[in-house]
C-alpha cells in the first residue's frame, strides 16, 4: 500500500485540490469534495477528522504505535484518560521551553501543565472537554503525521525534531480546523505553564506587588 | 420550597437546593446594567432580586495571580472565544460582572454613534443630551474624573509619546477609581477596591434598597405566560470540584418567581443566548450583530524596560483614527502584559516562543481597537444549544481586515516615533519592523483565522434596540418587542461597537432604561 504525503493547495476558485496520490480508501474518507462539505467545526463536532482517521489509523498499528504513554498523572484524572493526558503533556513539553536545552526553566511536566489542563476542562462543558479529547487523539494519529508531515507513526513516539514539524503543519496549515487545533493545544499548555509563579522571574516578572494593608478611600 | 430572604442580602444558591422565591423585579446579571437596574428599581421601592452566575468575590480575594483569576472571574473560565478560537473573548463573570476586571476606561458615547443609531438603526430618543444626565450620576458615583497623567505608566507613555509626535492628539483616559494605588491588576479584581465597580457601588446601593442578591444561580430560562414574563428559571452551579452542572443529567434548579417583570443583563452573547433559549424572539433577530471591538495588539520592544505588568492598565487613548470616512475606523490602547496573556498572544512555540517572554519586561503593547458594525459588516452570532452551550461566530469581514492591516501600520509608525528599538506583529509569521523603511513589509500582511493574535474586551450587540420589531428586539427604552414586562439593560442592545470602551455607556443607558420601568409601575 503506497502513502505519500496529501499537500493541499488552494486554487484561484478557493477549492482545495489534493496533488499527491492517495489510496481508495483515503479518498472516500478525505477526498477534497468531503473536505469542503465540513465547516470547520463540525469536523470536529462530526468527529469525523477523529473518527475516519482513527478507523484508517485501527487497521494499521504501526500508526498507533507508542499511544501517549510514558507521563504519569500525579493526580487523579478528571477528564481526559491517562492516555490523553500523555498526549497533551508530550505537546506541551515542545510548545514550551524545552529539555534539556532550556537550562534553569522548569518543565511543563514539573509545573504539571497536563493535569491542570485536566482540571480547567473538567469543569468546562462537556462539550469543550469532548471535542478536546478528540483533538488529541487526531494529532497523536499515525495518518496525521503522515499527512502533515509525511511520516507515519504516533506524535508522542516521534522524534522531537518530528514532533515540531507537526506542530508547525498545524500552525500553517492552510485548513483552518487544524490551525484552531494548534491554538487550542498551544494556548493551554503556555497559559498554565506561564501562570505558575515558577516562572515569573524567568520572564524578568518579579510577580504581584505587595498591597497596602488599608482598603482605598 | 420557597425562600423568603432577608433583604439586603447576598446569598450563595449552593448553600440551599431546591429554592424558589418571589419578588417584583428579577434582573439577571449583576454587572453595569443588572446592578444600576437593581439600584434604581429597588431605591423605588420594588422588590427586586437579582440572580448572578458568578461567584461573589471580594477585594480578599483578589490575589493578583492570573492562574486564579481568569478561571474564577472570567466567562469559561477565561477561555471564551468564538468558535474557530480566532478572537480570544475576555468577559467577566462574577458579582460586578465585567466591572470587577475591566481596566476602568470611561467614556460617554460618541455622538456620531448616536446619529448613526438614529439614521440606520431605527432608535428614538437616545442623543447625548438625553443621556447626559445619567452619564453625569455615573461618573458622580464611579468617582470618574479627568484624566490624570499621573496614572500614566511606561506602557501608556510609549503610546502617548509616539501619537503627540504624530500629531495623532492623544487623550488621558477617565477612569473609575478613588485611592488608585495603580498596582496594575484591575483586569484581576482589585485588591483593595481602588476601582469603583458595580460591586462596591451600584450593588451596594440595590442592597442597601432592600434588593437580594444570589449567586451561583445561571439563568437557564426566562419564563412567560400569555405574553408575560412570570419568572427566571436558573440551574445551580456546582461547588467546585463537582461534576460540572450540565452533565448532570437533573441539575439542580432555583426559581425567581417575578410579579411584575424581569430584566435582562447578562451582558452581550450571554442575554441573546437566554432568550434563544427561552425562545424568545425571532432567531433570525436575537442574537445577530454582535460586535467585539476586535482588537489587534502590536508589540514593541524597547532597549528600557517596561513593565507593562504593573501601573494602571489603560491610561492614554488616541481616537486620530475614529472615523475614516467609509472605511472602519479604529481606536487605539494600551494592554497590561502579564505573563500568562502574553504567553498566549505571542506567536509561535518551544525556542522562539521562550525568547519572546524572556524579553516581556521590554515588551509594550499597542492595541489598536477596530470600531465593527458602523459599515457594511455585520458582527457576529450567538448560537444557544439547549444543553447550555453557547457559541459565538465572528468572520471578520474584508472591511475590517483592511482596519485592522491600516492599524498595524499605524501603530508601527506610532512605536516607532516612540522610541522602539523593534517592532513585531503578533502573526504567526511575525513581520518584525525596525525603521520606517521596513513598513512596507506590513502590505502584504494577511488577516485570518488563527494566523495572528485578536481579542475582544468589548461585547456588544445580539438583542439591539430600535423602533422596527422585526429589525430589532427591544425598542429605544430597553422593552423587548413581544414581551411587555421584559427588558434588557446591558450592552447587547447598542445596535453597534460604540467605537469606545462601553463600561460608561451601559451605566447611563441602563440607568434611563431603569427610570422608565420603574415609572411604568
Known amino acids: 500500500m503506497k502513502y505519500a504525503a496529501v499537500v493541499e493547495r488552494r486554487t484561484g476558485s478557493g477549492r482545495i485540490r489534493t496533488t499527491a496520490p492517495y489510496t481508495p480508501s483515503q479518498s472516500r474518507a478525505l477526498s477534497p469534495a468531503r473536505l469542503r462539505q465540513l465547516s470547520r467545526r463540525s469536523l470536529l463536532k462530526k468527529g469525523f477528522a477523529g473518527g475516519a482517521i482513527l478507523l484508517l489509523g485501527g487497521s494499521l498499528a504501526t500508526f498507533l504505535r507508542g499511544g501517549g504513554r510514558g507521563r504519569n498523572p500525579r493526580q487523579p484524572l478528571r477528564l481526559l484518560t491517562a ?9 506541551a513539553a515542545r510548545v514550551c521551553p524545552r529539555q534539556p536545552e532550556a537550562v534553569g526553566w522548569p518543565s511543563p511536566d514539573n509545573l504539571d501543565c497536563a493535569g491542570k489542563v485536566d482540571q480547567l476542562l473538567a469543569e468546562l462543558h462537556p462539550q469543550v472537554g469532548t471535542e478536546f479529547r478528540r483533538l488529541l487523539h487526531v494529532f497523536e494519529n499515525g495518518l496525521n503525521g503522515l499527512f502533515s508531515v509525511g511520516q507515519p507513526g504516533t506524535f508522542t513516539a516521534a522524534s522531537p525534531e518530528d514532533q515540531d514539524r507537526r506542530l508547525e503543519a498545524w500552525r500553517h496549515s492552510r485548513v483552518a480546523l487544524f490551525r484552531s487545533g494548534y491554538q487550542a493545544m498551544k494556548r493551554l499548555a503556555v497559559a498554565t505553564y506561564y501562570s505558575s509563579p515558577e516562572t515569573y522571574a524567568l520572564v524578568s516578572y518579579p510577580g504581584p506587588p505587595g498591597v497596602p494593608l488599608v482598603k482605598a478611600p | 420550597m420557597k425562600i423568603a430572604p432577608a433583604p439586603g442580602e447576598i446569598r450563595d444558591v449552593r448553600a440551599e437546593p431546591n429554592l424558589a422565591t418571589e419578588c417584583d423585579f428579577c434582573v439577571v446579571g449583576s454587572g453595569a446594567g443588572g446592578s444600576m437596574a437593581a439600584a434604581v428599581l429597588a431605591q423605588a421601592g420594588a422588590r427586586v432580586v437579582v440572580v448572578e452566575e458568578g461567584g461573589h468575590y471580594t477585594r480578599k480575594d483578589f490575589n493578583m495571580q492570573e ?31 465585567g466591572t470587577t476586571v475591566n481596566w476602568t476606561s470611561s467614556f460617554r458615547t460618541p455622538d456620531r454613534t448616536f446619529a448613526l443609531w438614529a439614521s440606520r438603526h431605527g432608535v428614538v430618543g437616545l442623543d447625548s443630551a438625553t443621556l447626559a444626565p445619567h452619564f453625569a450620576a455615573v461618573e458622580e458615583r464611579l468617582s470618574i474624573r ?15 509619546e509616539g501619537a503627540r509626535k504624530l500629531g495623532w492628539q492623544p487623550e488621558l483616559i477617565r477612569r473609575s477609581v478613588k485611592g488608585c494605588a495603580r498596582l496594575g491588576y484591575c483586569g484581576m479584581g482589585c485588591p483593595i477596591d481602588a476601582k469603583q465597580s458595580a460591586a462596591i457601588t451600584y450593588l451596594p446601593d440595590a442592597l442597601a434598597a432592600g434588593a437580594v442578591v444570589f449567586t451561583n444561580a445561571r439563568a437557564k430560562l426566562v419564563e412567560s405566560d400569555r405574553g408575560r414574563a412570570t419568572g427566571v428559571v436558573c440551574e445551580v452551579k456546582d461547588a467546585p470540584g463537582a461534576a460540572p452542572m450540565a452533565a448532570a443529567p437533573a441539575a439542580r434548579r432555583f426559581v425567581v418567581y417575578a410579579r411584575r417583570g424581569v430584566v435582562l443583563a447578562g451582558g452581550a452573547i450571554n442575554t441573546p443566548a437566554l432568550l434563544q433559549r427561552s425562545k424568545i424572539g425571532s432567531r433570525s433577530v436575537v442574537g445577530r450583530r454582535t460586535f467585539l471591538h476586535p482588537t489587534v495588539p502590536l508589540l514593541a520592544l524597547y532597549d528600557e524596560p517596561i513593565e507593562g505588568f504593573y501601573g494602571a492598565p489603560q491610561s492614554v487613548a488616541c481616537h486620530h483614527f475614529a472615523d475614516r470616512g467609509d472605511r472602519v475606523g479604529y481606536f487605539l490602547e494600551t494592554a497590561p502584559l502579564h505573563p500568562m496573556l502574553s504567553a498566549v498572544a505571542f506567536p509561535g512555540f518551544g525556542e522562539g516562543h521562550q525568547r519572546m517572554m524572556a524579553r516581556l519586561a521590554h515588551a509594550q503593547a499597542t492595541i489598536a481597537l477596530l470600531i465593527d458594525g458602523h459599515h457594511d459588516d455585520e458582527g457576529g452570532r450567538v448560537t444557544a444549544d439547549i444543553d447550555g452551550r453557547i457559541r459565538l461566530s465572528y468572520p471578520l469581514a474584508p472591511v475590517l481586515r483592511e482596519a485592522a492591516a491600516d492599524a498595524i501600520k499605524n501603530m508601527a509608525r506610532l512605536q516607532l516615533a516612540a522610541g522602539a528599538r523593534e517592532v513585531m506583529t503578533l502573526h504567526e509569521d511575525a513581520v518584525v519592523i525596525r525603521s520606517e523603511a521596513d513598513l512596507a513589509k506590513l502590505d502584504g500582511v494577511v488577516f485570518g483565522p488563527n494566523r495572528h493574535a485578536l481579542f475582544s474586551a468589548h461585547q456588544m450587540g445580539g438583542c439591539r434596540m430600535g423602533e422596527d420589531p422585526k429589525r430589532a428586539v427591544v425598542n429605544s427604552r430597553g422593552r423587548h418587542h413581544e414581551i411587555q414586562n421584559l427588558w434588557v439593560v446591558d450592552g447587547s442592545v447598542f445596535p453597534t461597537a460604540l467605537g469606545v470602551n462601553p463600561q460608561l455607556s451601559i451605566y447611563a443607558h441602563a440607568r434611563l432604561f431603569a427610570q422608565a420601568i420603574a415609572a411604568a409601575g
Do not use: C, H, M, S
Open chain 2, 67 to 97: 492562574a486564579w483569576a481568569y478561571p474564577a472571574l472570567y466567562q469559561e473560565k477565561g477561555n471564551r472565544a468564538t468558535e474557530d478560537l480566532a478572537i480570544t473573548v475576555l468577559q467577566g463573570r462574577a458579582v460586578g460582572g
Open chain 2, 146 to 160: 479627568e484624566g490624570n497623567p499621573d496614572d500614566v505608566n511606561a506602557n501608556n507613555r510609549k503610546l502617548l
Open chain 1, 83 to 91: 492516555k490523553e493526558y500523555g498526549i497533551f503533556a508530550a505537546v
